[in-house]
């Protein structure tokens, strides 16, 4: 093991190596699993490497530009931080230090509902930085209402309804584990409640995860309720889930300010096509009205590339920043968002565009004679990338 010089990762694989070495298990099982065969967490890597480039040449990319503006956000580059619940597992500073990573960075935060520090205890940490606030829909809707309230009065610019979750997908490794949430770390949002059901995960014969969301979580949630969230706030709704056309154009008329499509990362339903491959029906399906976000699997500067070549507005980044934030606190996720960011510069400048509006649809192409050369579990875990990460260690 080399003293002198620490080892410092190159791209976000090697970040999830480190990260894993890191963590306690049940906490890396948690952050990194799909749901049931996780089909739908290989393809979202595989699926944005069946895009290729078709660059052009002789453009003068001297001067670049990739700032842009995300709901009269301007952001550093199109690149948002997806919500992540229990983030203090990862490290204890949690969700403040992703926080001030994210304002450092002038990208947008989004705080999940199952944060383990504070809606107020993040603003008060990080001021000056743009933040959404990502909810979930309580069965007890005075509970979901103050949620919303208590965000908008703290500053946050945006309300994220994630859609994908009337129930919670089955992780397998969470069920094996036991999961719950470590004994000295609560859902910080709900420290006040009465219900102490609300602050913890319950200790249950399988995933405690799965058992709080079925008990407390309202499986009825439906589009009558997004008209109701939108009499509770005035902040622009965003909804996070949506993968399919039809949905989009319902979302529009309902009066959603944007739309992220995700599938959770391959956490909810397995089988459901990776997000690069319906970003275009749904692009389609807003007709323009109102801006597309797409998550789930974006890895590298090229995946961003793809994601706006297809019409989207900007990405979202999970786990990642997870594996930043096991790995060096605020430090590790600013540096995880730096590969990104200068990954993307980078690609872009190589694609022949030197801003954001240089880049076209016919820039990209699907391949559909695209083999598999490699063994896909090596793309999801890093496992070649981190051997090699391993042993310079
Ligand atoms: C550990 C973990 C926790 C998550 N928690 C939430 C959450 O609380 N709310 C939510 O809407 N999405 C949650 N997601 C989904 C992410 O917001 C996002 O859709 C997904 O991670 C994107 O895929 P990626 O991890 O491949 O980038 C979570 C994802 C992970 C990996
Ligand atoms: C609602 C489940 C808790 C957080 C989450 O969204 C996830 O683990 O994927």
């Known amino acids: 093991m080399s ?97 001030k990573a994210a304002a450092a960075s002038k990208v947008i935060m989004t705080l999940s509902s199952l944060s383990t520090c504070s809606i107020e205890e993040v603003a008060r940490a990080a001021p000056e930085g743009p933040k959404w606030f990502q909810l979930y829909v309580y069965r007890d809707r005075e509970v979901t209402k103050k949620l919303v309230e208590r965000a908008e009065k703290a500053g946050y610019c945006a309300i994220v309804v994630t859609v994908d979750t009337p129930k919670l997908g089955r992780r397998e490794a969470d069920v094996h584990n036991k999961f719950e949430l470590p004994q000295h770390l609560t859902f910080a949002n709900f420290i006040d409640s009465a219900n102490e059901d609300r602050q913890r995960t319950k200790k249950v014969d399988g995933s405690g995860l799965a058992a709080y969301i079925a008990s407390l979580f309202d499986p009825s949630l439906s589009w009558k ?13 965003l909804l996070k889930g949506v993968l399919n056309g039809k949905d989009a154009e319902l979302a529009t008329r309902c009066g959603a300010a944007g739309i992220i499509v995700s599938n959770h990362g391959a956490r909810q339903l397995d089988g459901s096509p990776a997000t690069i491959d319906c970003l275009e029906a749904v692009v389609n399906g807003v007709q323009g009205k109102i801006p597309v976000l797409v998550d789930s699997g974006v890895r590298r500067g090229t995946d961003i590339i793809k994601a706006l070549a297809l019409g989207a507005q900007a990405v979202c980044v999970g786990r990642p920043i997870l594996w930043g934030l096991a790995v060096a606190g605020e430090e590790g996720v600013r540096r995880v968002i730096e590969l990104y960011r200068n ?51």
């Open 3 to 99: 003293r002198d010089k620490p080892f410092e990762p190159v791209n976000v694989y090697e970040y999830e190596t480190l990260a894993r070495q890191k963590l306690p298990k049940m906490a890396y099982d948690y952050y990194a699993s799909g749901s049931d065969d996780q089909y739908t967490l290989e393809d979202n890597i595989l699926a944005f490497r069946r895009f290729r480039f078709k660059p052009r040449v002789l453009v003068d990319i001297s001067v670049q530009d990739i700032a842009t503006n995300i709901l009269g956000i301007p952001c550093s580059f199109p690149f948002v931080i997806a919500p992540a619940a229990m983030q203090k597992m990862a490290h204890p500073d949690g969700e403040v230090a992703v926080a």
């Open 225 to 237: 309720d997004i008209s109701w969230l939108k009499t509770v706030t005035k902040l622009p709704i």
């Open 343 to 393: 990954e993307f510069e980078l690609d872009l400048g190589l694609l022949g565009c030197p801003s954001l509006a240089d880049i076209r649809r016919d820039m990209i192409v699907k391949v559909d004679w695209f083999i598999n050369s490699f063994k896909a579990s090596d793309a999801l875990h890093g496992h070649s990338r981190g051997q090699e990460a391993h042993s310079r260690l």
